[in-house]
């Protein structure tokens, strides 16, 4: 069993800057990929960032060139860097570990970008 909770959300103007955190509650072994979802109201649930064990990442085309994802292996922690942040970006944003057999997910933590 893997708890995720997500910290760093809040409220911040078009063009700010906010860091996203996950921490997992154990050391997460082999091979998996740790990603960054939101979802809006109304909207479905779509991948906003993800990175692998190994290290290789990929985002959505909305977020290139402003968001970053990274993680810490040793601290059981992944981070979402989020520049330039747009009205747009407003959204829940979940935290989720997948080791393609069991898939987790934190409670989320509310973004607001105001304009």
């Known amino acids: 069993q893997v708890q995720l909770v997500e910290s760093g959300g809040g409220l911040v103007q078009a063009g700010g800057s906010l860091r996203l955190s996950c921490a997992a509650s154990?050391?997460?072994?082999?091979?998996?990929?740790m990603g960054w979802y939101r979802q809006a109201p109304g909207k479905q649930r779509e991948l906003v960032a993800a990175?692998?064990?190994?290290?290789?990442?990929n985002y959505a085309d909305s977020v290139k060139g402003r968001f970053t994802i990274s993680r810490d292996n040793g601290q059981n922690t992944m981070y979402l860097q989020m520049n330039s942040l747009k009205p747009e970006d407003t959204a829940v944003y979940y935290c989720?570990?997948?080791?393609?057999?069991?898939?987790?997910w934190g409670q989320g933590t509310q973004v607001t970008v105001s304009s």
């Open positions: 154990r050391r997460l072994f082999g091979i998996n990929t």
């Open positions: 990175i692998t064990s190994g290290g290789s990442t």
């Open positions: 989720n570990y997948n080791n393609y057999v069991l898939d987790y």
